[in-house]
């Protein structure tokens, strides 16, 4: 039986209604995205605004003693209104969401509730979140150091290398439950797989955070890194499409992101943006050298057509005379000597390392309430 053909004004209403329905949707799509941190090219946007951002580490926000392992001081409820009520709108706050801060420590069974109060409370002060999803030499998660045969597919794998138990699913499904659980919270600013990544083997005796200083590199190192990036930002990627990914690196010549190795790992269709850390060169502005400084990795990144931010900077400090280190009101002249360098060289984001509740004694990179240091973050002009 042939079918019947529709009118003219039956096919017309259809197209309209069609259209009626892209246009809606576009609309909503447009509504949303000024609220996502997005990018154009090298460079951020917000609210449908270039954006450049400060802000700060702040590493130990989902330690919750009643339920989980912790890694660094607790904040109270009203500790963490405080320090977010205490930055500008819309500032960047870098923080550790590594698995054992998701597991209850009774149970030894998946427990967001530390993650859970730290967006809760940067939505309510319009902050942004980078949640750090592992960690490289696995300190404060499964204490296993990520070497290339880690990179190359072992994080499909559960890892116990300090005994606590509290990765109790592989790195690969704690990324898809995490991003799952807060891709629509409106405290999220970008993702990050790992804190630091590098593809170097760690030799025979050593474990975790030893691993630092004996370190062996392996051939194809860069290339295992950025198949990582590939297969685990890709994975980000398809179940959020809205969010940016970062890389996570060091960039001061770490094995796998060496020189212009950085540009063949960030040539990953999968990461959005560049990052550096700056430590050891306290009073240079923009620090590095010809191979893997500042200057290099924006000149790399620009050519990728990525933005590029300083992701950690740290610089000793002490509220007491007795420390044999710079008082906290040097500290703020030289981390806003940097401040201002490095986005004039080209950077688009500057978070030092780390903010506490209180400072410690003796010489130590603690920014607590009451630093100068937040004073400089919250006024620089952007």
Known sequence: MRAAVPSRSRVLVVVLSLLCVS?????????????????????????????????????????????????????????????????????????????????????????????????????????????????????????????????????????????RGLNVVSYSTWVSNVVNRYKSSPALGMWEPVNEPETANCPAGYRGSACYGHQECPDGAANTLRGFFDAVAGQIKSLDRKQLVLSGVIGTGQCGARGGEYQTVHASRY???????????????????????????VQQTRALNKPLFTEEVGINASDSEAAECVDLATRARLLGDKLDGQLSAGGSGFLPWFYAPAMAAGCRHDVAPGDPTLTRLHDTPL
């Not at 990461?271 to 550096?276: E, K, L, P, R, S």
């Open 271 to 297: 990461i959005d943006a560049g990052t550096y850390h700056d430590y050891g060169q306290d009073d240079v502005p923009v620090p590095g050298d010809q191979w893997n400084g500042f200057r290099v990795r």
């Open 23 to 163: 246009v809606a949707l576009a609309e909503s799509a447009a509504a949303r995205e000024p609220d996502t941190i997005s990018r154009s090219g090298a460079q951020f946007m917000l609210h449908g605004q270039p954006y450049r951002f400060t802000g700060v580490n702040a590493y130990e926000l989902a330690t919750f003693w009643s339920v989980n392992a912790g890694c660094g001081q607790q904040l109270s409820d009203a500790q963490l209104d405080g320090f977010f009520s205490g930055l500008r709108p819309d500032s960047v706050v870098r923080f550790w969401a590594f698995q054992a801060l998701g597991v209850n420590k009774q149970s030894r069974t998946l427990d967001f509730t530390g993650l859970d109060r730290v967006f809760t409370a940067a939505a309510r002060h319009g902050q942004r979140l980078i949640p750090v999803l592992g960690n490289q030499d696995g300190t404060c998660d499964d204490g296993h150091w990520k070497d290339a045969a880690w990179y190359s597919g072992g994080y499909k794998s559960v890892f116990n290398d300090d005994g």
